[in-house]
């Protein structure tokens, strides 16, 4: 019997580099795919029938984290694997508590992704090697990680001020002019204010700075 698979991804590349794994292996079938966590939902309102959902995290409207939990609370029978570039403790963690499956890397091979899906469906947790390294590190040492995450984060004015521009879509040379810095100073602030959010790019910093009410 075939498996029923929809791919949550809100880069329509990816989602096709994905769908092509998936596409060696006759027992996997494709039902659907979804750009985000509000498109998912409505999807499968009308297609019930998926056994698992292989999702991205960093997604604009409803992210993956946010996405597996209402699939859970509505779904709990279908299985959930994240899909993801990102392999931080706060991802993982945050996955984990949604109520995720597994949790493996984009840069997965056919096989392995294979794999990793029978051995979720069979009550297993697929993860890659790096990622359940990680897990344990987080099972061993919760408490900790918990407090890490509810840290108050603190940005100066002048760093609020450049995320606001940021979160519009402006670059940098716009936001230097809006705000009177030179393109330089601007660098700086986002650079400082990726490393007080502990993020990597301007999707995740502006998630971050949303979800802690800074913005």
Known sequence: M????????????????????????????????????????????????????????????????????????KYPQIKIIMLT??????????????????????????KELHQGIIETLNGGAAMNPSIALKTLKLLRNPVSFEEK???????????????????????YNIIADNLFLSPSTVRKHIENIYNKLQVHNKLEAIQKAKSNNLI
Do not use: H, W
């Open 2 to 73: 075939s498996t029923k698979i929809a791919i949550v991804d809100d880069n329509v590349f990816l989602q096709k580099a994905v769908a092509e794994k998936l596409s060696f292996f006759d027992d996997l079938v494709l039902k659907f795919t979804a750009v985000d966590g509000n498109d998912l939902q409505k999807k499968l309102e009308q297609n019930k029938c998926i056994d698992l959902i292989l999702m991205d995290i960093e997604m604009p409207v409803c992210n993956g984290i946010e996405a597996t939990k209402i699939i859970k609370s």
């Open 85 to 110: 570039v990102f392999d931080n403790d706060e991802n993982i963690f945050n996955a984990i508590k949604a109520g995720a499956d597994g949790y493996l890397l984009k840069e997965v091979n056919p």
């Open 149 to 171: 995450c509810q840290e108050e984060i603190k940005l100066t004015t002048r760093e609020v001020e450049v995320l606001e521009q940021l979160s519009k879509g402006l670059n």
